[in-house]
């Protein structure tokens, strides 16, 4: 059976259309998956990394409150910053609780 040359030309380019569709086909495909990829990478890993940093800023807080009671002589003002020290570990212990 011997095709004409624009039967082969058709059959050539409804390959190529086939494959170029496929191909498309597999990469959208990949794209949604990706995409689901990146939103539990957003929804998980940005809560972490926030509440870390929220960790670490109650840390710090902590930290120069314990130096500013070290330099106080008044007892009022040691009182009033050890609650705000024990303020700032319930935070710590909050956002632990949030992890």
Do not use: H, P, W
Not at 28 to 51: C, G, Q, T
Request: charged share 20%; glycine share 6%.
């Amino acid at each position: 059976m011997t095709l004409s040359v624009a039967a082969r030309l058709k059959t050539g380019f409804g390959c190529i259309m086939l494959v170029l569709a496929v191909i498309a086909g597999l990469g959208i495909f990949n794209m949604s998956r990706i995409e689901s990829n990146l939103n539990s990478i957003v929804s998980i890993n940005n809560k972490e990394s926030s509440a870390a940093t929220e960790m670490l800023k109650s840390k710090f807080r902590q930290a120069y409150l314990i130096r500013d009671m070290a330099l106080m002589s008044d007892q009022a003002e040691m009182k009033a910053t050890l609650a705000r020290i024990n303020e700032a570990r319930k935070n710590y212990g909050g956002v632990r609780i949030f992890v």
